[in-house]
């Protein structure tokens, strides 16, 4: 199976000797390398597929002159615009390799020297999750306060001609070789994690399905049984995109083995599994089928006699075929007699769950780096028959192998308890991630084992899960623990499963952000750090991040106050623009911290002023992820904006024939702007209704006008207040004629700005569900119905009552969050 690498660099770019060499790949990026054996590696790596870059500026001294040859001299220093490097011409050590940077790098100014351990380092991610119950230790990324990031690539996997090949003895801290990279970046974490993505990969572009909410569950089902079941998700208007089987789709049980393994149906939960595919897909969902390939094939397996004939063994004495990921030929087979038969049965693509550890007889081969990487390029060349014709992303389901796994989505993070400390570690988790650029991480929303029945901490994981890569439910067999939304209590219920449309609401926004931060090089999650590096209190609240560019995600994760029935979490609003409540519509201002209360039907997500972002306009949207028929776009005015809409035509409910084929070429584009000076909205090369919703806008404006095709069309529309529903505001629904090329412009009139929204209502709906005394409601409304002067006035006569912040707070955060709010006097 081809892989596309391009690791020779530009010799103008390498500084060698006796020894040593360095490559310098950018201005800010190095990469350095000591062999005893003057034996340097030039294949590619894991991590290292392109190491071929525009030579930069650079200038090299030998000894006491400048000299752009290797030449003589005790000392070597290379010297770009950002960093000064000096090395002693010897076996790398902290005084005889150092790094300087210039005088904009950090704020510390300290040097990079080799061997020594980097403590600001902003964190990694994990190869696992598995039984984690709370924080675990998430290595290193090519991010640090310190501004700059050694990686080490000494023990990684080679990519050997058409097969992989181990590094061979010695590497790494205190082995005999080295080869390392050097982001110096500084607090520029944007583009350093474009440079890591340089020399690593893009992220690839996930197919659309994948983005929907998948079901989960460790437990045998029959074939019938789990088809009941998505239908009575549907039943529920609860779409679904992926069926996951875990592995009782095979034998288990009576066979030579624990029986993790297998590769033969279960003819008892699965007598027909071609209908199985049939029911499945003609419901628009996708299958993905757990292995767990460790036991090898033994003798009960169906293929077992292919196999042994594809590797030319005798199988007259039953001796089992042992999984080896370290030969070729048994690989080969693993995919062409094992795979691919299952593929055509039912088998959209695989859920690798290897647990087994990084060790194989080739020294520094990891099987789970082999079946990642073979089993994605295997998945992308079959995906024309896999599809019944339809050609689509690939797609694994599998576990985190070090860096460069970001070119094999998606992430298999591995089996959680059931606990608030899980649920409060998993939002920090998926945004550091990004900063070793891995983006697509899909956790047991819910956790998988162990812990106690808790229905609102599941809901709240449900909320976490809508907001982040991958949505995907799951459990363990425990008739105690499945996640179907109706088992909940009804308030949890009816959340979880708006929640869960929401999710599909919002593949048109996921969608096109998996193809920008694909092309752009950009993570979906990103730490808040990456916007606002200067920002000690970007550093600050680890667990909220930008989802996308135009969200601010401050997850809920610990239980309710039961006096005040709200859920709450410490966050910080930037200081650039105002910020409105995706599911309240309340404006708060930005350049502060701010406590958000949150009844268990909301969730604090924020946009920005100057966002768009484009929803399903089905508020119960079907199966599969397709295409909509129908948009609405959510527009938070203040600021100019500009969003598009990506779809590729494969994705159509009947895409025609001679439309068949994915890939990027096919990808259809609308585009949407946003003048703030002029209130207009324009909306570009649509081809089906929209709907627009201006957030937060609670009146009428006298000026408003809609054209379409560039015809006054103002008397057509259909414009509604809406005040009570997930996402308030001003609605317009505008004519939509079936012509190429249409076009809607919206004008709102002059400079509009965001409506002042007094805060009275809510704060009426809020005390009244306070569970406290009377005498406690009373003097808290008093505050809010007789408030007078400044809102810092109102909070100090708030105070004044005595009461906890539990009390207080959430009636403080409405009061202050408006600055414009003003009180009587």
């Known amino acids: 199976m081809s892989f596309p690498t391009n690791p020779l660099a530009n010799p103008q770019s390498i500084i060698s000797g006796p020894n040593y060499r360095f490559t310098i790949l950018t201005n800010r990026l190095i990469r350095y390398e000591w062999a005893p054996d003057n034996h340097f590696e030039d294949r590619a790596s894991t991590f290292a597929i392109n190491r071929n870059f525009p030579v930069p500026e650079f200038r090299v001294i030998n000894g006491d002159s400048d000299d752009e040859t290797n030449g003589e001299g005790d000392s070597l220093e290379i010297i770009t615009d950002h960093f000064h490097l000096t090395y002693d011409k010897k076996r790398f050590s902290p005084a005889g390799l150092v790094v300087h940077f210039n005088s904009n790098h950090t704020d510390w100014g300290a040097p990079w020297r080799y061997g020594v351990s980097e403590k600001l380092n902003l964190g990694g991610t994990a190869r696992t999750l598995d039984e984690c119950d709370g924080r675990r230790d998430m290595g290193d990324g090519v991010m640090s306060k310190a501004g700059h990031a050694a990686l080490d690539d000494s023990t990684s996997m080679l990519f050997d001609g058409e097969f ?152 007259s004495d039953k001796r089992p075929i042992l999984f080896d990921p370290a030969d070729a030929r048994f690989m080969k087979a693993y995919f062409e007699v094992l795979h691919r038969s299952l593929e055509k049965v039912a088998c959209d693509f695989w859920w690798i769950d290897w647990q087994q550890g990084p060790y194989s007889k080739t020294p520094g081969l990891d099987p789970l780096w082999v079946l990642n990487h073979f089993h994605y390029l295997d998945h992308g060349r079959d995906s024309t028959e896999l599809d019944n014709g339809r050609e689509s992303h690939p797609l694994i389901f599998s576990r985190y192998a070090g860096p460069g796994s970001h070119r094999y989505p998606v992430g298999f993070s591995g089996d959680t308890v059931v606990t608030w400390d899980s649920l409060a570690f998993q939002p920090e988790f998926t945004a550091t991630a990004s900063n070793i650029g891995y983006g697509w991480w899909s956790h047991d929303i819910g956790g998988h084992m162990f812990g106690s029945r808790d229905d609102e901490l599941v809901t709240r994981w449900v909320q976490l899960g809508v907001f982040s890569p991958i949505f995907r439910l799951h459990s363990s067999l425990s008739r105690w623990m499945s996640k179907e939304p109706w088992l909940y209590r009804l308030e949890c219920s009816k959340v979880i499963s708006e929640f869960m449309r929401l999710r599909h609401r919002l593949v048109p926004f996921l969608y096109t952000r998996n193809v920008i931060c694909s092309v752009n090089d950009e993570p979906l999650v990103q730490p808040m ?129 001679e439309n068949r084929v994915g890939g990027m070429e096919q990808q259809r584009k609308a585009t949407i702007s946003y003048d703030q000076a002029e209130g207009r909205v324009t909306a570009e090369l649509i081809n089906r209704p929209y709907r627009f919703r201006f957030l937060s806008v609670t009146s009428i404006p006298s000026e408003l006008k809609v054209h379409s095709n560039g015809i006054d069309r103002t008397s057509e529309a259909k414009v509604n207040l809406e005040e009570d529903c997930q996402l308030p505001g001003l609605t317009v629904e505008c004519p939509f004629i079936p012509v190429n090329g249409h076009s809607i412009t919206i004008e709102l009139g002059p400079n509009p700005q965001l409506s002042v929204i007094d805060p009275t209502c809510r704060l009426e709906q809020q005390i009244m569900d306070y569970q406290t005394a009377f005498e406690v409601k009373d003097q808290l409304w008093e505050v809010v119905k007789n408030r007078e002067g400044t809102a810092n006035t109102a909070l100090g006569t708030l105070m004044s009552l005595g009461y906890d912040k539990g009390i207080v707070g959430p009636v403080a955060e409405l009061l202050l969050a408006d600055s414009r709010l003003r009180y009587n006097s």
């Open 164 to 315: 992989v090949a181990g590094r061979g003895p010695g590497g790494g801290e205190g082995g005999e070789r080295v080869d390392g990279y050097l982001f110096c970046y500084g607090r520029d974490y944007k583009a350093g994690i474009k440079a890591f993505y340089g020399v690593s990969g893009k992220q690839p572009v996930l197919p659309r399905y994948a983005l929907g909410n998948w079901w989960s569950r460790y437990y045998a089902y029959h074939q019938d049984e789990y088809v009941e079941l998505m239908d009575k998700f549907r039943g529920h208007d609860i779409p679904m995109s992926v069926a996951v089987v875990d592995m009782d789709w095979h034998l288990v049980s009576d066979v030579p083995h624990a029986g993790w393994t297998g590769y033969t149906w279960n003819r008892k939960l699965f007598p027909e599994p071609e209908r199985f595919r049939r029911d499945l897909h003609g419901r628009n969902l996708k299958i993905t089928l757990n292995d767990h390939p460790h036991n090898g094939v033994h003798s009960h397996e169906d293929v077992y006699e292919e196999m042994a004939r594809a590797l030319g063994r005798s199988t």
């Open 529 to 657: 750090y990456w916007a606002f590096p200067d920002n000690d209190q970007a550093y600050s609240v680890p667990n909220q991040y930008m989802f996308g560019s135009e969200l601010l995600v401050a997850p809920i994760v610990q239980p309710r106050d039961k006096r005040t029935n709200l859920g709450s979490v410490k966050a910080w609003l930037p200081s650039r623009s105002r910020y409105v409540d995706f599911f309240t519509g309340t404006v708060y201002d930005g350049n502060r911290q701010v406590v958000f209360h949150r009844r268990l039907e909301e969730f604090p997500v924020l946009a920005r002023e100057g966002a768009i972002i484009v929803l399903d306009a089905d508020s119960v949207p079907q199966n599969g992820c397709l295409n909509p028929t129908e948009f609405e776009v959510v527009v938070v005015i203040g600021r100019d904006a500009q969003a598009c809409v990506l779809e590729d035509v494969g994705d159509d409910d009947a895409p025609a024939p």
